[in-house]
């Protein structure tokens, strides 16, 4: 399985920073699998943004739910990102990442992207 | 929500030393966590599971214990490829990391 990031490596503030992950090698479509979204800003730490499963149905970080927004698309076997109103502070490595199930909405990240650094800046 | 400390934030370690890293999470979540390796410009690699389940290929150096609120990583013998900053993750509800703690050379 692999897991691919695109998307601009730079956004300007208060615009909307949109990512894409194209999985390859398996389907979005397991029951036993969620879809998420972790980034890390340069330094610090791992910051969950999001889970998606395939039907669409999602879950977010409290402290980023109001700009977050995920979506899949099981045609093309991807899922994406968008976070409005985004500022310096948003500026990270943004990683995709398949969760195994476990918890509630949770699970372990056995599958990683590479990541891709988004800068926010003017 | 459920936070997870992490301790140290950083330790030093010879080659060939025993290395454990501690987790505590803000309530109990069973033995639902994992942990994670990161290398400087890399994704985080997965661990262990289920707070003692060694992923696939993981050297067996690596162990975890703990259930409920508190977990421990050990190394049992530092290796170089080992320096690394470890992340925990509860995989309880919905998804928290610890803060890291970096490995390395003394």
């Known amino acids: 399985l692999q897991l691919q990031e695109s998307g601009p490596g730079l956004v300007k503030p208060s615009e909307t920073l949109s990512l894409t992950c194209a999985v390859s090698?398996?389907?979005?479509?397991?029951?036993?699998?969620?879809w998420g979204w972790v980034r890390q800003p340069p330094g610090k730490a791992l910051e969950w943004i999001g889970t998606i499963y395939y039907s669409g149905s999602t879950y977010y970080n409290p402290s980023l739910k109001t700009r977050v927004t995920l979506s899949v698309d099981t045609s093309k076997n991807q899922f994406s990102l968008k976070l409005r109103s985004v500022t310096a502070a948003d500026t990270a490595v943004y990683h995709c990442?398949?969760?195994?199930?476990?918890?509630?909405?949770?699970?372990?990240?056995?599958?990683w992207g590479q990541g891709t650094l988004v800068s926010v800046s003017s | 929500d459920i936070q997870m400390t992490q301790s140290p934030s950083s330790v030093s370690a010879s080659l060939g030393d025993r290395v454990t890293i501690t987790c505590r999470a803000s309530?109990?979540?069973?033995?639902?966590l994992a942990w994670y390796q990161q290398k400087p410009g890399k994704a985080p690699r997965l661990l262990i599971y289920?707070?003692?389940t060694l992923h696939s290929e993981v050297p067996s150096r690596f162990s975890g214990r703990g259930s409920g609120t508190d977990f421990t990583l050990t190394i049992s013998s530092l290796q170089p490829e080992d320096l690394a900053t470890y992340y925990c993750q509860q995989t309880y509800s919905l998804v928290t990391f610890g803060g890291g703690t970096k490995v390395e050379m003394k």
């Open positions: 090698g398996g389907s979005l479509s397991g029951n036993n699998d969620y």
């Open positions: 289920d707070a003692t």
């Open positions: 990442a398949r969760l195994f199930v476990r918890g509630f909405w949770s699970g372990f990240c056995d599958y």
């Open positions: 309530q109990g979540i069973a033995g639902w």
